[in-house]
């Protein structure tokens, strides 16, 4: 196991992050540059498809699918490591994701 102790060399990473991804990290069984690198990497990788996403549109600013499932993810992926999203952030994806879904119904796809 890494020594959970050791100094990172990016500056700005809160502390209850830096400990969630050492231990993700620990669960996968990956050093902790290695598991950065996969995530960062799969983030790029998200960013190039945003722009194949499917727009779904009501006349109101445009609600991706893409975008509402992206969220979905990082809630996911944040409460994987033992970090609780607020729940004004929970409250925000909720109504992007019912955004999504009002106006693929509507037919605005």
């Given amino acids: 196991m890494e020594d959970t102790t050791k100094t990172w060399g990016i500056r700005?990473?809160?502390a209850d992050v830096r400990q969630a991804v050492i231990t993700q990290s620990q669960k996968q069984g990956m050093k902790t540059g290695e598991w950065l690198t996969v995530a960062?990497?799969?983030?790029?990788?998200q960013d190039r498809n945003t722009g194949k996403a499917l727009v779904a549109t009501n006349g109101k600013p445009a609600v991706?699918?893409?975008d509402a499932s992206a969220v979905l993810a990082?809630?996911?992926?944040?409460?994987?490591?033992?970090?609780?999203?607020?729940?004004?952030?929970?409250?925000?994806?909720?109504?992007?994701?019912?955004?999504?879904?009002?106006?693929a119904k509507r037919g605005n796809v």
């Fill in 12 to 14: 700005g990473i809160s």
């Fill in 64 to 66: 991706s699918a893409e």
């Fill in 40 to 45: 960062i990497l799969e983030k790029i990788r």
């Fill in 74 to 103: 990082l809630l996911e992926r944040l409460q994987g490591m033992g970090i609780e999203p607020p729940d004004r952030m929970k409250k925000q994806a909720t109504t992007l994701v019912r955004k999504c879904m009002t106006s």
